[in-house]
């Protein structure tokens, strides 16, 4: 494929890369400390470099760290595991393997 079709398609070097990030709480979180959660996440992944999407129902946290200024790598993995877990109230966090942004999603 050429060049210009991969780059279209964001295929081979013009593929974006994200990886899921999950927790759970020890307590269900109030309204205030979702927020304050979101915009602590907002910061760190800024401060990164990259962008997310996702948030929380007070029980749980999902969301997508994606492509901002950059690719994120296995290195911002670890990362935000460990700045999670590091959270108040959470019980326990998974964080996803790196998948193609616009092609991973069939498993």
């Known amino acids: 494929m050429k060049r210009r079709l991969r780059k ?3 295929l081979g070097e013009f593929a974006e890369w994200c990886f ?3 927790a759970t709480f020890t307590r269900a979180l109030d309204e205030r400390q979702r927020e304050q ?3 602590r996440m907002i910061l760190e992944v800024e401060a990164a470099g990259l962008t997310f999407g996702g948030g929380s129902d007070g029980c749980t946290w999902r969301s997508i760290v994606q492509v ?3 690719q994120p790598n296995e290195d911002d993995r670890i990362h935000f595991r460990e ?3 590091r959270q108040p109230n959470v019980l326990s966090c998974t964080v996803g393997p ?3 942004a616009n092609y991973g ?3």
Request: contains cysteine; hydrophobic residues 30%; charged residues 55%.
């Open 8 to 10: 279209k398609r964001r």
């Open 20 to 22: 899921e990030l999950d």
């Open 37 to 39: 959660l979101c915009d």
């Open 68 to 70: 901002g200024e950059r």
């Open 83 to 85: 700045w999670f877990e």
């Open 98 to 100: 790196m998948r193609d």
């Open 105 to 107: 999603w069939s498993d």
